[in-house]
């Protein structure tokens, strides 16, 4: 950069983003850069708010502005005045940290987890057999065992079916007195002779065996990523692990147009760009405090594209976007596969991409994916 030819044309830029061969530059101010890394508060505006004195959260300044591919901008800028933070209409928050995943977790014995909640519907005191990863085996009472989606890898569709769970959680918020008589009592009491009580996060807690009382998230969103993406519709009781955050719409609005869009590949684009990927094992990482700031479109959908999320299958990007990652990626025609097709196609009509925008889309993001995971098999 310490050019006099490059440093004459940063002179004459007169573009927002300009770039050649030799280097890329997109003018922000301080002041910009700053409100993109603070916690702003919900009940605020921006006028009224002194940023000096609220905590700065961060910001991928080199992802964003020195390495994004231009379609990157390209959405922000087509998407000005349909874009909302996803903070702004829904409460992301972390999920469930149980502090002793051998005395929470636990595996039914002899049946599934969708027979369990089918039991537990008709008879809550039933005894359901199950087993947990400490080797402990007994029965508990099916109305403290809620299914719990503890891995992204249980998930085979977009949105959760009881059939692919292995987990249940003990949820219990009874006290030792309201529960005496009950197989779940004795459950609490072997986890007290090994010592669970004791764990930093169980002994915070009132009563160490009550993970406190959740309500049922709407869509949970994974912490790391590696090819597979897509934002998971819970549609029923089911728990999720602190590996995922969960997402409540505010106000019960319309969430429907925003459940299409956290599952088009405009957001493995987004994550690739703004994740944290310098962690080992090629996995891209996301939080909570960058999840709150997500662009996110909520325009009202379709009836029918609701059908399709209950129908879309998670599978490895290249497969969706039909790439063979072995090959160049610039020299194969985007071929996605029908479903991720129609779903990409209702938002990028709400955005106006064209045809060679939408194109764009599908290269940028097969060659991050694929530049992150070679990166880490190099190492």
């Known amino acids: 950069m310490l050019n006099a030819e490059i440093i004459k044309k940063i002179e004459r830029a007169d573009r927002p983003i300009y770039k050649d061969e030799d280097f890329r530059l997109y ?11 603070i916690e702003i508060p919900k009940e605020n505006t ?14 991928k300044w080199g992802g964003k502005y020195l390495r994004a591919p231009e379609i990157y901008f390209k959405i ?25 995943n051998g005395f ?44 719990v989606v503890k891995s992204p890898r ?7 079916r009881l059939e692919d769970l292995n987990y249940l959680v003990f949820m219990c918020h009874n006290s030792k007195e309201e529960l005496k008589g009950t197989s779940a009592l004795e459950y609490i009491k072997w986890g007290e002779r090994k010592g669970y009580h ?5 002994k915070g807690r009132p009563r160490w065996w009550d993970l406190g009382k959740w309500g049922y998230p709407e869509m949970i969103w994974s912490d790391a990523y590696n090819d597979r993406f897509a934002t998971i519709c819970i549609g029923g009781e089911i728990f999720a692990d602190k590996r995922f955050f969960y997402i409540y719409p505010i106000n019960d609005q319309d969430f429907e147009g925003c459940k299409i869009y956290l599952n088009t590949t405009i957001i493995p684009l987004f994550i ?12 891209i990482y996301t939080n909570v405090y960058w999840l709150k700031r997500l662009p996110v479109l909520n325009d009202s959908i379709k009836t029918y594209a609701k059908d399709l999320l209950k129908r879309k299958k998670i599978e490895s990007i290249f497969t969706e976007l039909g790439f063979d990652p072995n090959k160049p990626i610039r020299e194969q ?41 070679e990166k880490a098999r190099s190492v």
């Open 272 to 283: 690739e760009i703004e994740g944290i990927s310098n962690l080992g094992e090629g996995v």
């Open 104 to 147: 929470f977790y636990l595996k039914p014995v002899g049946m599934t987890v969708k027979e369990v909640v089918e039991i537990a519907e008709k008879d809550p005191h039933a005894f359901i057999r199950v087993q947990n990863s400490a080797g402990w085996e007994g029965e508990i009472e099916a109305e403290f065992l809620k299914p």
């Open 76 to 100: 922000l800028e087509k998407g000005k005045g349909k874009l909302v933070r996803l903070g702004d209409i829904a409460e992301v928050k972390f999920g469930i940290k149980t502090g002793a």
């Open 154 to 160: 249980e998930l085979k569709t977009i949105v959760v």
């Open 198 to 202: 004791k764990r930093p996060t169980c």
């Open 46 to 59: 921006l006028i009224e708010i002194d940023p000096q004195h609220l905590p700065y959260i961060g910001n």
């Open 27 to 37: 003018p922000k101010t301080k002041k910009a850069l700053l409100f993109e890394g």
């Open 333 to 373: 025609e985007p071929n996605p596969l029908p479903d991720r097709k129609a779903l990409d196609d209702i938002i990028f009509d709400a955005l106006d991409l064209t045809e060679e925008e939408r194109k764009e889309v599908y290269w940028s993001v097969a060659e991050l994916v694929k530049n992150r995971l």
